[in-house]
C-alpha cells in the first residue's frame, strides 16, 4: 500500500500556501519583475493556472511570457507574430492555453505550450474578441465579441455549442458553481444571467445599471468577476469613479470602489472592450481568493490599493463609496492584475510583469492621496 502523499514545501522566498488573507492583505510587496521585449512593450492580460504554478502574459509586440510562479522564473516566450495575442487563458490542463486574435482573422487559438502546436481552432467571430472565459469545472468556455454574439465552446470541438447574438456583449463570466454565466452589455448598462443549463433560454435576470453607470462613448466596462463564493459581482471600470461592486443576487449596488484622493489627474488604466483609447486590457481589478478584498491600480502612475469588500461604506449624497484601506508600493502602474488561486501571490503587468507576495517585515500602508 502506497505511503502518504508528501507536498514538499515551496523554495524560500517563493509563494507560500494560502495563510488567512486577512492577515497579510496589506503586506503585499513587489518581489520580482520581468521585463518585457521594448520598454514600449505593454502587458494585454494575464493568468494563473487551476494549481498555481504557472502563469501566461499576453503583450501587444505578439508575444505569450510564460512565468513559473513557485520558482519565479522565466520560462519560455511564444511568439504569435502573425496572429496576435491577447487574453490568454490557461485551460484546465497546466501546458494549454487559448487566445484570441489581434490580427489577421478573429480566430481563437488553442495552442500546447510543451510544444507549440495549435490543438484547434475555434472559428466564427467577425470581429476582435473582447473576453474569454473558461468553465471552473468543464472544458467548455464562453467568447464575447464586437461582433455582438457569446458562443459558447468545447475544447473537444471545433464548431460553436451556442450562439447567443446579443448588443456589445463585450464581458463575461462564469460564477464559481459553473451553473450562471453573466454577460455584460455596456450599450444598454446591463448585466445578464443566465442559467447555463438554459442558456438557449431568456435571461433569468436583468440587472439595470443606468443609474450607476450610464452608457459612455467610448465604453468604460473592463472586467466582470464573481466572487469566489458567489456573493458578489465585480464590474471593473475605467472611470475615474471607480470600480463597481454588486450583489451577485439582486443586482443591488454594495459600494462604489472610490480611488485615494487625487493628487495628480487620474491615470485610465487600459481601454475597454469597444474603445480604442489606448493599449488592450483585462481590467486592472482582481478579487482575492477568499472574495473578501479586491485589489487593483491606484488611479497614479505607481502603487495597488486593497479594497475591503467588508469595510465600511460611506454614505455620500445617493452614493455608498468604499475607500481603499491599503496601499501597496510599487514604482510602476497596475494596468493588469491576478490572484494566485493557490498561493498567497499576486501578478501584475503594465511594461513588465510583476510578481507580489506578503512580506511579514512590513506594516499596512495608509493609501492617503495618490501622488
Known amino acids: 500500500m502506497a505511503g502518504p502523499l508528501v507536498v514538499p514545501p515551496p523554495p524560500p522566498g517563493g509563494p507560500q500556501p494560502m495563510q488567512k488573507t486577512s492577515e497579510i492583505i496589506g503586506t503585499f510587496r513587489p518581489v520580482k519583475l520581468f521585463k518585457l521585449s521594448t520598454p514600449e512593450t505593454s502587458v494585454t492580460s494575464l493568468d494563473f493556472d487551476d494549481t498555481g504554478e504557472f502563469l501566461v502574459a499576453a503583450c501587444d509586440d505578439d508575444s505569450l511570457q510564460l512565468y513559473n510562479a513557485k520558482e519565479g522564473k522565466h520560462v519560455k516566450e511564444l511568439l504569435s507574430k502573425k496572429y496576435g495575442a491577447h487574453l490568454a487563458r490557461f485551460t484546465h490542463h497546466s501546458q494549454s492555453i487559448l487566445y484570441a486574435s489581434t490580427k489577421y482573422d478573429e480566430t481563437i487559438r488553442y495552442l500546447s505550450t510543451h510544444d507549440f502546436q495549435y490543438l484547434r481552432y475555434f472559428k466564427g467571430h467577425t470581429a476582435p474578441v473582447t473576453s474569454l472565459a473558461l468553465n471552473p469545472s468543464s472544458d467548455t468556455f464562453l467568447s464575447c465579441s464586437l461582433d455582438n454574439t457569446v458562443r459558447l465552446w468545447n475544447l473537444s470541438s471545433p464548431s460553436p455549442q451556442a450562439r447567443l447574438n446579443l448588443s456589445t456583449p463585450h464581458l463575461a463570466a462564469y460564477d464559481p458553481s459553473a451553473t450562471v454565466i453573466a454577460i455584460a452589455s455596456s450599450?444598454?448598462?446591463?448585466?445578464?444571467l443566465y442559467d447555463l443549463r438554459n442558456y438557449d433560454k431568456p435571461p433569468f435576470s436583468t440587472f439595470d445599471l443606468r443609474h450607476l453607470s450610464p452608457p459612455a462613448n467610448p465604453p468604460t466596462w473592463t472586467k466582470l468577476e464573481f466572487s469566489n463564493d458567489g456573493k458578489s459581482l465585480l464590474l471593473g471600470t475605467s472611470a475615474p469613479?471607480?470600480?463597481?461592486?454588486?450583489d451577485a443576487f439582486k443586482g443591488h449596488l454594495k459600494a462604489y470602489c472610490a480611488y485615494p484622493p487625487a493628487k495628480t489627474p487620474f491615470v485610465a488604466s487600459r481601454a475597454a472592450p469597444g474603445s480604442t483609447l489606448g493599449p488592450l486590457g483585462q481590467g486592472d481589478v482582481c478579487f482575492s481568493a477568499d472574495g473578501r478584498y479586491l485589489v487593483g491600480g491606484s488611479g497614479a502612475e505607481h502603487d495597488s490599493v486593497v479594497w475591503d469588500t467588508q469595510g465600511t461604506v460611506a454614505e455620500e449624497g445617493e452614493r455608498k463609496i468604499l475607500r481603499p484601506m491599503a496601499s501597496l508600493?510599487?514604482?510602476?502602474?497596475?494596468?493588469?492584475?491576478?490572484?494566485?488561486?493557490?498561493?498567497?501571490?499576486?501578478?501584475?503587468?503594465?511594461?513588465?510583469?510583476?510578481?507580489?507576495?506578503?512580506?511579514?517585515?512590513?506594516?499596512i500602508r495608509d493609501p492617503g492621496g495618490r501622488d
Open 187 to 192: 450599450s444598454t448598462a446591463s448585466i445578464l
Open 241 to 246: 469613479s471607480g470600480h463597481i461592486l454588486l
Open 329 to 363: 508600493p510599487c514604482r510602476g502602474r497596475v494596468s493588469v492584475c491576478e490572484w494566485n488561486p493557490r498561493f498567497n501571490m499576486l501578478a501584475t503587468g503594465d511594461r513588465e510583469v510583476v510578481f507580489w507576495l506578503p512580506d511579514e517585515h512590513v506594516g
